[in-house]
């Protein structure tokens, strides 16, 4: 399968480290998906032009992630500033609410148009500020959505008839909550619905079968990036025609070897220096 990333990015501030690691959920997934097997993924996003922006652009290409597509501007990269507790467990402290994306916001020209139709999947994010471009993008490729927590009926409403899979981080909702969102975002016609809930593992639904996933344990070193890393696996499995059962069981394990090192993919920047450690 061939996926790409589209919206946002980041680089994340370790405080206690004073390290940058790349990350965003849609640049994550692109990447995770590449090394989970995908056929090829690209990404188009904006960037900054500081040490942020060129560590991104050059772990891309390391991670041979076509981003002939990419956008630069003048200004600061996304940037999170994360903390971990005693369990590993990020904790944001602050972020500058995605730099210079969040400015000039991104649009679709018929050559982007064209280059998107070449992959089979297209994954963004609530944080990309992309849906007024969905019912456009729509038309031409399959969607895949990450909505993190933001379950409003109006946001809802917006997104799901234009997507085939949504995700949602759910780790404050009963079970029987999940179960009553998944119907709602179905009911609005997205396929596929797929909610984590932290150390409750992962519900899916799919039509009318609902999947359950448990946790792989593991020794937790950060867990930042283990959603992201759960959903790319997923979707390269599902989309190369992986059972549903065994795409979440490989989707877990994913999840859980990310816990075991710092960033979503690795690449940690000594930050205000030049080079890579």
């Given at each position: 399968?061939?996926?790409?990333g589209?919206?946002?990015?980041?680089?994340?501030?370790?405080?206690?480290?004073?390290?940058?690691?790349?990350g965003?959920n849609?640049l994550?997934v692109?990447?995770?998906?590449?090394?989970?097997?995908?056929?090829?993924t690209g990404y188009?996003?904006?960037?900054?032009?500081?040490q942020?922006a060129e560590h991104?652009?050059?772990?891309?290409?390391?991670?041979?992630?076509d981003i002939?597509?990419?956008r630069k501007?003048?200004?600061e990269?996304?940037?999170a500033?994360?903390k971990?507790?005693q369990d590993g467990?990020?904790?944001?402290?602050?972020s500058?609410?995605?730099?210079?994306?969040?400015?000039?916001?991104l649009h679709?020209?018929?050559?982007?148009m064209?280059?998107?139709k070449?992959?089979?999947?297209?994954?963004?994010?609530?944080?990309?500020?992309?849906?007024?471009?969905?019912?456009?993008?729509?038309?031409?490729?399959?969607?895949?959505?990450?909505?993190?927590?933001?379950?409003?009926?109006?946001?809802?409403?917006m997104?799901?008839?234009?997507i085939?899979?949504?995700?949602f981080s759910?780790s404050?909702?009963?079970?029987?909550?999940c179960?009553?969102l998944?119907?709602?975002?179905?009911?609005?016609?997205?396929?596929?619905?797929g909610?984590?809930?932290?150390s409750?593992?992962?519900?899916?639904f799919?039509?009318?079968?609902k999947?359950?996933q448990?946790?792989v344990?593991?020794?937790?070193?950060?867990?930042?990036?283990?959603?992201?890393?759960?959903?790319?696996?997923f979707?390269?499995?599902y989309?190369?025609?992986?059972p549903?059962?065994h795409?979440?069981?490989?989707?877990?394990?994913?999840?859980?070897?990310?816990c075991?090192?710092?960033?979503a993919?690795?690449?940690?920047?000594?930050?205000?220096?030049?080079?890579?450690?």
């Amino acid at each position: 399968m061939k996926l790409i990333g589209v919206g946002d990015n980041v680089v994340d501030y370790y405080l206690d480290r004073n390290e940058i690691y790349p990350g965003g959920n849609a640049l994550n997934v692109a990447v995770l998906s590449r090394r989970h097997g995908a056929d090829k993924t690209g990404y188009i996003g904006i960037l900054g032009n500081d040490q942020a922006a060129e560590h991104i652009t050059q772990t891309l290409k390391k991670e041979h992630i076509d981003i002939s597509r990419i956008r630069k501007g003048y200004g600061e990269n996304g940037m999170a500033r994360v903390k971990l507790n005693q369990d590993g467990d990020r904790i944001f402290v602050k972020s500058n609410q995605g730099g210079i994306q969040k400015t000039l916001r991104l649009h679709f020209c018929d050559d982007d148009m064209k280059y998107i139709k070449t992959f089979d999947l297209l994954h963004t994010s609530v944080y990309s500020l992309i849906e007024d471009q969905l019912p456009k993008l729509s038309h031409s490729i399959d969607i895949s959505f990450d909505f993190s927590t933001k379950s409003d009926d109006s946001y809802l409403a917006m997104v799901c008839p234009y997507i085939t899979c949504g995700f949602f981080s759910g780790s404050h909702l009963a079970e029987d909550e999940c179960d009553a969102l998944a119907n709602k975002v179905q009911g609005y016609g997205t396929k596929l619905v797929g909610i984590t809930r932290g150390s409750e593992g992962a519900l899916f639904f799919e039509g009318d079968r609902k999947y359950t996933q448990p946790v792989v344990p593991t020794d937790v070193v950060d867990t930042l990036g283990a959603g992201d890393s759960f959903l790319a696996t997923f979707l390269t499995d599902y989309y190369n025609g992986v059972p549903m059962e065994h795409a979440l069981k490989s989707s877990a394990a994913a999840a859980a070897k990310t816990c075991t090192y710092y960033g979503a993919f690795g690449y940690g920047l000594a930050y205000g220096k030049a080079g890579c450690p």
